[in-house]
């Protein structure tokens, strides 16, 4: 991962964010399609892009939490690998910010009310909070610097190679 002011870019071999850390995963669906997420069933996801919040506050941090998600080939563990793998997904950016402190509910509320925004799945991603989702799901890509700007804290935008 290559770090570059506020457009860097990340790939899952190379040098990128370190430390823990909140992070937004801005997934690109290129088509509709059905995915079973765990024990959350099976749902219909939309076309269009999906911002996952997450937080890396354990070992390994940022750079170990986004190598795994970039990575194609692993145990499925958290709902986003499921959507992860669906066919015509990819990440297309990560959103960060780093610290300690716990901030991806903050983020889920941040990402609600960037315009377009709705939750698709009940409960992805927060099973462990009361946060309606922290899937969002959107037809166009959402502006990150309306999110950036909601999300009470400095972030930097990662373009995956």
């Known amino acids: 991962m290559r770090k570059m002011t506020n457009d860097a870019r990340l790939s899952a071999a190379g040098d990128g964010p370190t430390g823990p850390g909140t992070y937004a995963l801005l997934v690109a669906l290129e088509r509709s399609g059905e995915t079973v997420v765990g024990r959350l069933g099976r749902f219909r996801f939309p076309a269009g892009f999906y911002l996952y919040v997450g937080s890396a506050l354990g070992p390994g941090g940022l750079a170990g939490r ?33 610290g300690a402190a716990r901030r991806e509910c ?44 909601l999300a009470g804290c400095p972030v930097e935008r990662w373009v995956i190679e």
Do not use: N
């Not at 970039?70 to 950016?93: C, I, N, P, Q, T």
């Not at 990402?111 to 922290?134: E, L």
């Open 66 to 98: 986004l190598a795994r998600h970039l990575r194609a080939d692993k145990r499925f563990h958290w709902h986003v690998d499921y959507m992860l793998h669906a066919r015509g997904a990819r990440v297309a950016e990560v959103w960060t910010t780093s």
């Open 106 to 149: 903050d983020w889920a509320r941040a990402a609600m009310q960037v315009a377009g925004a709705s939750v698709v799945v009940p409960r992805f991603g927060a099973s462990d909070c009361r946060c309606a989702a922290h899937l969002i799901g959107f037809a166009a890509k959402p502006d990150w610097i309306s999110f950036a700007s």
